[in-house]
């Protein structure tokens, strides 16, 4: 299981340096439930400060695929390793649907996070029209086929898969218990098909999309959901505290 907190453009560095304060006394280690934090790029120097020795990760929400060079405003896999990151968020709809990033973006930004030894959280998921048209499963299939086709993994842990229906981020509607089963087994067939049985049966699958305390635990006790990607719920630290401690009750 893993945790991951999403802060977004959110915080700043004192924010950011009271909220990773706050966890870092609230959040113990437990066996078998990962905990990460992915603060904007300004705080995570200050965040690993803080962070460093506990039981929290830091990861990026971000990153490009080219390891230097010409590109204002932009930061890559070694920068956020040298500021001790180890998962990188890659794909979140919000890159696709305001930024443009294309699967095949996303898979560039892969296989380089992957070459720097971060670990890519990959977000795929429909939006409400493509479910309301029945096509959630091929959108899903696509976005997994272009950002992983021919990318090979150590060990299951090296990726991790996060789903996010977009119609659930940040508008208070969840995915149902069961609608969320469904779509993360059938992700489990994909990577089946790309990595193997034994890999993708040990591959985290996240759920994101408005998950909260109260919804965590029948989401988190589905057999194919293996964490989640949080939002909103994670700038507050009881708040994700609390998904934490649902998750150890879940694993
Ligand atoms: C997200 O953006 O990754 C997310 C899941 O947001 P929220 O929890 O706020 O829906």
Not at 10 to 30: F, H, K, P
Not at 131 to 144: F, N
Request: glycine share 10%.
């Amino acid at each position: 299981m893993l945790i991951a907190g999403n802060w977004k453009m959110n915080m700043d560095l004192i924010a950011a340096r009271q909220l990773a304060g706050a966890l870092r006394n609230s959040v113990e280690a437990s066996e078998g439930v990962q905990v990460a934090i992915c603060p904007p790029f300004v705080a995570l120097d200050a965040a690993y400060g803080i962070l460093h020795g506990s039981a929290i990760q830091l990861g990026a929400q971000n990153m490009h695929a080219a390891d230097s060079g010409a590109f204002t405003g932009e930061v890559s896999a070694g920068m956020l390793r040298s500021v001790g990151c180890r998962y990188v968020i890659l794909g979140h709809s919000e890159r696709r649907t305001i930024f443009g990033e294309t699967d095949a973006d996303v898979k560039a930004k892969v296989a380089q996070a992957l070459a720097h030894r971060l670990v890519p959280i990959v977000c795929v998921g429909e939006q409400l029209e493509d479910r309301d048209a029945g096509r959630e499963e091929a959108v899903v299939a696509d976005q997994l086929r272009g950002a992983l086709t021919d990318v090979r993994l150590t060990v299951p842990s090296d990726i991790v898969i996060a789903y996010e229906p977009v119609w659930a981020i940040g508008t208070g509607r969840t995915a149902s218990p069961e609608q969320a089963q469904t779509m993360h087994a059938f992700i489990r067939k994909e990577l089946t098909n790309l990595f193997g049985a034994d890999t993708a049966a040990a591959i985290d699958i996240l759920y994101g999309g408005s998950m909260k305390p109260d919804n965590a635990d029948e989401l988190l006790s589905q057999p194919d959901v293996n964490g989640g990607l949080i939002g909103g719920a994670s700038l507050v630290a009881e708040s994700f505290v609390a998904l934490v401690q649902a998750a150890v009750r879940c694993q």
